[in-house]
């Protein structure tokens, strides 16, 4: 007689995530691949308050991704979070290990330094980043690896940060990098994107935005009308998928 494998459950925490790449994701990946006894769902939480009933209680767990806006409050839940997600300040993965212990990873700053590294022959030497949530630093993280000086910039001016408004010539000519990491023209609000001055775009530069969908945002769109290479967040959103799904299986 055959033994029944038991089931295996992997999920999403995140709040207001009906539109979930990695439920779609790892679904199909689980349909393909023949893992009948595999599931992911999405664990849309108003709140954390709730979070220790899924981690303690939810049958058949084994790994878990964490999405806006619970990169950064997550930690305290967790028994160990790796030293790369210490220095990060977010963590995306959540593995039990051996133990039962919950251990916080970051597989954000994997995907992004993939992606990059496919679409260029140099790294940059300067970035800007949009943006100061768990996603910016694990960037951050990803470009300062690379030896990559990077510029934060968001909506108010802080100490080590740019405002919007800060920006001018000299900062986008000298940054032949800009990340978008902040939600700003997400399907459906199509027609917002963080206001940079475009204007000063050329032909040398990179235009990186996090978000998927739609597949080309008002910010790239944008960059391309002032001659930039452009790129979405697709392609890093599959390698950290891929990376948390090494991490559940070792």
């Not at 595999?38 to 009933?53: C, I, M, R």
């Not at 475009?198 to 944008?222: A, G, Q, R, V």
Request: glycine share 6%.
């Amino acid at each position: 007689m055959i033994k029944k494998e038991k089931p295996k459950r992997f999920g999403l925490l995140g709040k207001n995530i009906d539109y979930s790449f990695s439920r779609n994701y790892f679904s199909k990946k689980f349909s393909d691949e023949n893992l009948t006894n595999h599931s992911y769902v999405n664990f849309d939480l108003p709140s954390l308050e709730d979070f220790e009933q899924i981690l303690y209680n939810e049958p058949n767990l084994n790994g878990l991704n964490v999405t806006i806006p619970y990169k950064k409050e997550v930690i305290p839940f967790l028994d160990y979070i790796t030293e790369e997600s210490k220095l990060i300040g977010a963590v995306n993965t959540i593995v039990w290990n051996d133990s039962g212990k919950t251990v916080g990873h970051n597989t954000d700053h994997t995907g992004f330094r993939i992606a990059l590294t496919k679409h260029v022959e140099t790294i940059p030497k300067k970035a800007l980043i949009l943006g100061t949530g768990g996603a910016s630093a694990a960037v951050r993280y990803a470009l300062e690896s690379l030896n990559c000086k990077v510029i934060l910039v968001s909506r108010t001016a802080k100490k080590n940060e740019l405002s919007y408004d800060d920006l001018d010539s000299k900062f986008i000519k000298n940054s032949q990098l800009i990340v978008n990491t902040t939600p700003l023209g997400t399907f459906p609000n199509l027609n917002e994107a963080p206001p940079i001055p475009y204007e000063y775009l050329n032909t040398n530069h990179l235009i990186f935005d996090l978000i998927y969908n739609p597949s080309e945002t008002l910010f790239m769109k944008k960059g391309k009308q002032q001659g930039s290479k452009v790129i979405n967040g697709y392609q890093m959103l599959v390698c950290q998928a891929e990376k948390s799904w090494e991490l559940w299986n070792q």
